[in-house]
């Protein structure tokens, strides 16, 4: 059935997994995509740096957005990026050699990092707390490194929210919450908005987005891994998951498929003094 490896769910645990390597080709594929371009453009705009800030990027990746930061906040600020996996960080600090950018990548989990309180201007965070195991406290460590009155702005997807056609409405209902299920917080897009007040944050404002998507995103995404386990647990059958696939590739050969998922972009100003 193809690609049968599923970074989706390795994501919360990359360097156990050994597969880094789709990680990062799962990463690059999205991050070259219009619409996640146009989302975190979306979400650089909300942390309104100013040249001289400080700002850490929470589960960097390979540190494209880390990157841009750096040169919004130029030559007098300084970007962090930090990322639970020590591939991720080796990678992100070997595409950022020799480029002369503001920018830095430490290994770290941002359920607790070992950064200095009110440390940076602001804080964000992009496709990370659909993985975490607590989201409530990587949020109350990202208020902590945050100086008071800065903004943390952190960009989810909806997992649930999958639209794509098929031949049959159950079988893709059935698999779309089969897939999302297969992460920690499939919901946390829709439940920032609740955590950041409740944690005290001020001013929150939430902007919901759409991405299209391609065929080849889904598989990179762990599209066959996903198929072949709810098969395996009964949730649809061979020949149901077989004709959905025929049906998609059939519509991505004709140029009339289409699939999207939404998002959201959530900021918040952490209280203060
Ligand atoms: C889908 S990638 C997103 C990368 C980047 N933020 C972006 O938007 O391009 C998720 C990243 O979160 C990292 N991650 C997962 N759990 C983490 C944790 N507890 N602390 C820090 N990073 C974590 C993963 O290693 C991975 O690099």
Same mark, same amino acid.
């Given at each position: ?7 989706v ?13 789709h ?8 991050n070259?995509?219009q619409?996640?371009q ?9 942390l ?9 990027d ?9 990157r ?15 990322d ?13 050699r020799g ?18 309180t ?7 965070a992009?496709?990370?707390?659909i ?22 702005? +952190?960009?989810?997807?909806?997992l ?10 159950g079988?893709?209902r ?20 609740? +955590? ?9 404002s ?8 391609? +065929?080849?995103?889904?598989e ?12 395996a647990?009964g949730?649809v059958?061979?020949?149901q998951?077989d ?9 991505q050969?004709?140029?009339s ?17």
């Amino acid at each position: 059935m193809g690609d049968t490896s599923n970074v989706v769910q390795d994501f919360h645990n990359l360097d156990g997994s050994a597969t880094s390597s789709h990680a990062f080709r799962f990463l690059d594929t999205l991050n070259a995509s219009q619409q996640v371009q146009q989302m975190q453009a979306l979400a650089h705009r909300m942390l309104e740096l100013t040249p001289g800030a400080r700002v850490l990027d929470a589960g960097c990746g390979v540190g494209d957005v880390a990157r841009e930061l750096a040169a919004l906040v130029g030559p007098t600020g300084h970007v962090t990026g930090v990322d639970l996996s020590e591939a991720m960080v080796h990678e992100a600090a070997h595409r950022t050699r020799g480029l002369g950018l503001p920018v830095d990548f430490q290994q770290g989990d941002v359920h607790a990092l070992g950064l200095p309180t009110h440390g940076f201007d602001a804080c964000r965070a992009s496709r990370v707390f659909i993985y975490l195991e607590d989201p409530r406290q990587a949020l109350s460590e990202l208020l902590r490194l945050t100086r008071p009155g800065g903004p943390v702005v +952190l960009f989810e997807p909806e997992l649930d929210s999958w639209v794509l056609d098929g031949p049959d409405r159950g079988v893709v209902r059935a698999l779309v919450h089969f897939w999302a299920d297969q992460l920690r917080n499939p919901w946390i897009a829709r439940q920032l908005p609740a +955590l950041f007040m409740s944690l005290g944050v001020k001013q929150v404002s939430a902007v919901p987005v759409v991405g299209t998507w391609v +065929l080849g995103m889904l598989e990179t995404f762990g599209f066959h891994a996903v198929l072949e386990k709810a098969i395996a647990q009964g949730v649809v059958s061979q020949a149901q998951a077989d004709a959905w696939v025929r049906f998609l590739k059939d519509s991505q050969r004709e140029g009339s498929f289409y699939g999207s998922m939404s998002g959201m972009v959530v900021r918040g100003i952490k209280p203060g003094p």
